[in-house]
């Protein structure tokens, strides 16, 4: 059964880190590329960062020289690390797989405020 499970949201302030998760199962993970989205309320979902099969990342403008993607294929994960935050990066956040969607998780909340 296919499955993605985010984790490590929070509240923090601005200027704070946060280190997010997300476990994959039910499909071969170490083939496909994966990407963080988010969505803040009454907002479309964003791309956030992308992470090839072969680790190559790539960033949403909003977001470049702050967030981290990274990968680890033995343990069907990806990561979103998070620094300087700011009040614009408050959403939920999600992952998937690159090409074709797989179903949605439940997100993980990310509120920057002070």
């Known amino acids: 059964q296919v499955q993605l499970v985010e984790s490590g949201g929070g509240l923090v302030q601005p200027g704070g880190s946060l280190r997010l998760s997300c476990a994959a199962s039910g499909f071969t993970f170490s083939i496909y590329a994966m990407v963080w989205y988010r969505q803040a309320p009454g907002k479309q979902r964003e791309l956030v960062a992308v992470?090839?099969?072969?680790?190559?990342?790539n960033y949403a403008d909003s977001v470049k020289g702050r967030f981290t993607i990274s990968r680890d294929n033995t343990k069907n994960a990806v990561y979103l690390q998070m620094n300087n935050l700011k009040p614009e990066d408050t959403a939920v956040y999600y992952c998937?797989?690159?090409?074709?969607?797989?179903?949605w998780g439940q997100g993980t909340q990310v509120t920057v405020s002070s």
């Open positions: 992470v090839t099969d072969r680790g190559i990342m």
């Open positions: 998937n797989k690159g090409g074709s969607l797989l179903p």
